[in-house]
């Protein structure tokens, strides 16, 4: 059974740090891209930031650029988000996603509520 379980959210002031997991199982890890995207209320779901299957390739989306890092750990099927410098306008639901290098589908988590506010 395949499970994607983010973990890391919660409440932060804006300028403060998070850092998001998610452990991934039932699959391949190493054979899937992993990403977070994430959700505000009123709003669609964006991509955030996404890693390679080896780790060594990144990419973010330019409102996070230099402020979030994305890694990965093959070794425990875990993918981190390291979040500084939080701005009020990254409160949302943070979503894992697995993607398959060769091939189609795709798995989600259930998300993670990060919010920023005073």
């Known amino acids: 059974q395949v499970q994607l379980v983010e973990s890391g959210g919660g409440l932060v002031q804006p300028g403060g740090s998070l850092r998001l997991s998610c452990a991934a199982s039932?699959?391949?890890?190493?054979?899937?891209?992993m990403g977070w995207f994430r959700q505000a209320p009123g709003k669609e779901r964006e991509f955030v930031a996404a890693v390679g299957w080896s780790g060594s390739s990144t990419m973010y989306v330019d409102s996070v650029k230099g402020r979030f890092t994305m890694s990965r750990d093959n070794a425990k099927n875990t993918v981190y988000l390291q979040m500084n410098s939080l701005k009020p306008e990254d409160t949302a639901v943070y979503y894992c996603?697995?993607?398959?290098?060769?091939?189609?589908?795709?798995?989600w988590g259930q998300g993670t509520q990060v919010t920023v506010s005073l």
């Open positions: 996603n697995a993607r398959p290098v060769v091939g189609t589908g795709t798995y």
């Open positions: 039932g699959f391949t890890f190493s054979n899937y891209a």
